[in-house]
């Protein structure tokens, strides 16, 4: 007999039905930690990390950590002096400190006064501005003090220690302290500029609006007549710096660091790009515009 031709075993079926079986193994099994996994991720090569970001050396003269803090805790800081910085629910729970409707804090400086005298009941540091509203209460706390030590804030802005803070549920109860309205301390800026030019050649961080002051500069006598415009001076040793958007690259942001120097008896206005990755570009003329 012919041999018939051998058929497909799976021919003509268009389903096939497929088991798995995976096996889990219960306790006993080590989880990596961040450290195992970022050494692993490492090893790899295959990904691309961004670099540390730089550690902020600004200090809260309240409470005195450094840098911002977090959302829903102390915030972000405000600049409140020459080279003086606070968070800005440091200052708004201070007792002292009111708001105004346009975001402005007034009676900091005040509150930094009492500060410097008073000791927190808590950690038993000085900056300590949060007082209990209690009558006759002693306890005062930095603000992230009051809430480790689980003091009861309230919505209109007092607060009472864990000693006489209410036993049940409160409907002015405050849970949450993130602001995210715009809030500033009023401040006198053109004293301050002039606090930067009474301290001479001390470096200095001062902030007015999106713009970053390294150095206020000076004019010598000599130079006061060729060194000045109808609007502005042009003091020699300025440097400013300002975060704004790249010239080459889209949807980014760089650094641009503008200095004044002399060129030949009059003003050379020099600017330049720091970005990240790139080579730095430097523009320079004899006019600001």
């Keep these: 007999d012919e041999a018939r031709p051998r058929l497909k075993k799976w021919k003509g079926v268009r389903w096939k039905r497929l088991r798995f079986l995976v096996t889990i193994q219960k306790g006993g099994a080590k989880r990596d930690g961040d450290k195992e996994i970022a050494e692993f991720i490492d090893k790899l ?61 007034i009676n900091v400086e005040v509150a930094l006064h009492r500060g410097l005298l008073t000791k927190c009941s808590l950690c038993q540091k ?44 409160c409907e002015q109860e405050l849970s949450s302290f993130t602001v995210f309205r715009r809030v500033y301390i009023e401040r006198d800026e053109v004293k301050q500029i002039a606090s930067i030019i009474q301290r001479g ?8 609006g999106g713009l970053v002051f390294h150095a206020i500069g000076q004019l010598l006598p000599h ?27 889209n949807n980014r942001r760089c650094c641009y660091r503008c200095t004044i120097c002399e060129n030949n008896g009059r003003p050379e206005f020099v600017v ?13 003329d004899s006019s600001p515009q």
Aim: proline share 5%; net charge neutral; aromatic share 10%.
């Design 126 to 169: 000085t900056g300590a501005t949060n007082s209990c509203n209690r009558i006759r209460c002693p306890s005062v706390y930095h603000f992230a003090c009051a809430i480790r030590a689980k003091c009861m804030f309230f919505k209109d802005k007092t607060m009472l220690c864990p000693l006489h803070k209410l036993k049940g549920p």
């Design 223 to 249: 130079q006061m007549a060729d060194f000045h415009s109808v609007t502005a001076l042009y003091p020699v040793g300025y440097e400013a710096t300002r975060i704004y958007w790249s010239l080459r690259t």
């Design 201 to 208: 050649e001390r470096l200095h961080m001062f902030r007015v």
């Design 45 to 105: 090569g295959t990904t691309l990390r961004p670099e540390k970001v730089p550690r902020d050396l600004r200090k809260c003269c309240f409470c005195h950590e450094e840098g911002d803090g977090a959302t829903d805790g102390p915030a972000r800081l405000l600049n409140l002096d020459l080279d003086l910085w606070v968070h800005l629910n440091c200052a708004l729970w201070s007792t002292e400190v009111y708001e105004t409707q346009g975001g402005a804090l």
């Design 272 to 284: 330049q790009v720091i970005e990240q990755g790139l080579e730095d570009l430097v523009f320079s």
